[in-house]
């Protein structure tokens, strides 16, 4: 099938999953590339794929070619891709796993998409996004995952009530603050085995309110000169200490 026309009513869908209510109307949203296209097929994610007219792409799936025009309108890139995927929103709204990551307010689709891979890379079975936490589903968070999105279980849930849940699945909870903290690298290996992790708003760190519901806070004794470390970096370092 080759769309060459903008007034196309599925091309005009296309193009409002630019908008996150959109997407969460739909359930659906975009990919782009060759490498995020294929790592939504692989994990089973991918519905459509969509190519710029007389580009090939042999997978088994609904195929709808398109102008470049149409590329163009879609694309979420500078620079578009002649590659893009249509894709289905994860249908998870549990907690599976016993090692818990969860981000209270995370703002920068950048930070998001790099926990997202360092969580698939250290073992972490189930991240919680918090209220007002980025869109999962935000282009910069998907590109930045480089697909791992698919490969983890990623719901959106309150805090506070996944903490209570934790607590009575006897699930230790971990704040990440200096004041009063244990040096992540000195967690004796019983307290890794299972987890829940809280790391905070790239500002503010995390909320009072959530931090008082922790058993222990955690922090990343470094040189004093730095104040602090970009949240996807030390919760990266702190994943990777916990995985040990």
């Known amino acids: 099938m080759l769309i060459t026309s903008l007034e196309n009513e599925r091309i005009k869908n296309y193009i409002k999953l ?3 209510k959109y997407r969460k109307k739909t359930n659906t949203y975009i990919v782009e590339g060759l490498h995020l296209v294929l790592e939504a097929y692989k994990s089973g994610n991918l519905i459509e794929l969509i190519l710029e007219k007389d580009e090939v792409l042999p997978i088994d799936v609904p195929t709808v070619y398109v102008t470049n025009e149409i590329i163009n309108k879609i694309s979420n ?10 894709c289905k929103m994860s249908d998870s709204n549990e907690i599976k796993g016993t090692k818990i990551l969860m981000l209270d307010e995370v703002q920068d689709p950048g930070n ?3 926990i997202i891979r360092s969580s698939v890379a250290f073992g972490v079975d189930t991240i919680v996004l918090g209220n007002n936490t980025v869109d999962l589903y935000n282009p910069k968070v998907i590109r930045a995952t480089q697909g791992m999105l698919f490969y983890i279980n990623i719901i959106n ?8 849940e934790l607590k009575s699945l006897e699930i230790p909870v971990y704040g990440t603050k200096v004041e009063y903290g244990e040096d992540v690298r000195n967690f004796p290996s019983k307290d890794k085995k299972s987890y829940g992790l809280v790391v905070g708003n790239e500002g503010n760190g995390v909320s009072s309110e959530v931090l008082d519901l922790c058993d222990k806070y955690i922090y990343i004794d470094m040189d004093e000169k730095v104040e602090s470390l970009n949240v996807s970096v030390a919760t990266s370092i702190i994943l990777y200490e916990l995985n040990r």
Do not use: A, Q, S
Not at 77 to 86: Q, R
Not at 157 to 164: F, N, P, Q, R, S
């Open 18 to 20: 630019k908008d996150r």
């Open 77 to 86: 890139l500078d620079t578009p891709v002649n590659i893009l995927g249509l």
């Open 112 to 114: 998001l998409g790099t």
């Open 157 to 164: 849930k309150d805090l506070k009530e996944t903490i209570k």
